[in-house]
């Protein structure tokens, strides 16, 4: 996985007001951790983090961040959003190495058409959109695929079908539903009666309505 570099502003003001005026300036206030270093509050270009998590790989893009005069290893973690525009308005960097595993949410893609499952007016239920994986950063796939194809109805690909890249493990259970061909959901409508069973049943009724008028003669 490639690194894309990003420029972090260190010693950022802190508080509420100051963190106002940064948004304000187009910056978004952040923090460095990670691996024994002491916390770095940084600000980071709000169009510049786009950019760099605009590729395939999304928030798990390697992120070499240059804050000062060091340089770290990052990903970033715990993005803050407004809670109406949805913008990004706070952003953890997460100190790596190349070399340790380390735990992330990869997206999970449909590819193929569920013939199958179409003809028999049936519905391909997608129960997992994205799959929690541990794996060096530089093998953190950008998406994993799910070929639907052979799909039918009743049946499900499962954890154990997956054919994860090298060195791409998950801890999620074997047995797990990634999809489902659901069968077509069918609608109970209640049957007429036949026009013999409605002559029958209106017989019967006068028969008795009779029956009770004679009673109140006597």
């Known amino acids: 996985m490639a690194e894309v570099a990003l420029v972090a502003e260190v010693g950022r003001p802190t508080g509420s007001r ?4 940064l948004r304000r300036d187009g910056l978004i206030p952040g923090i460095v951790y990670g691996h024994g270093t002491d916390p770095v509050s940084v600000a980071v270009v709000a169009k510049d983090l786009r950019i760099a998590l605009s590729g395939e790989s999304g928030s798990n893009t390697l ?24 913008t990004v308005t706070h952003v953890d960097f997460q100190i ?16 193929g058409e569920a013939l199958e499952v179409q003809h028999g007016d049936g519905l ?14 530089a093998d953190i796939p950008t998406v994993i695929e799910v070929d639907v194809t052979d799909l039918t109805i ?7 079908d997956l054919t994860l890249p090298t060195g791409v493990e998950t801890d999620l259970d074997d047995e797990a539903a990634i999809v489902v061909g659901q069968a077509p959901r069918v609608e109970a409508v209640a049957e007429p009666a036949a026009e013999g069973e409605e002559g029958a049943a209106d017989a019967e009724a006068s028969t008795d309505a009779a029956d ?3 009673g109140d003669g006597d």
């Open 212 to 214: 009770s008028s004679g």
């Open 18 to 21: 100051a963190t106002r005026r």
């Open 124 to 137: 391909v239920d997608q129960q997992l959109f994205s799959l929690p994986v541990r794996a060096r950063p």
């Open 154 to 160: 009743g049946a499900a690909i499962r954890i154990a």
């Open 96 to 111: 790596v190495r190349r070399d340790e595993v380390i735990s992330a949410d990869v997206p999970v893609t449909l590819i």
């Open 63 to 86: 992120l070499s961040l240059q804050a000062g005069e060091q340089t770290f290893l990052t990903l970033a973690r715990e993005m803050q959003r407004h809670p109406v525009r949805g």
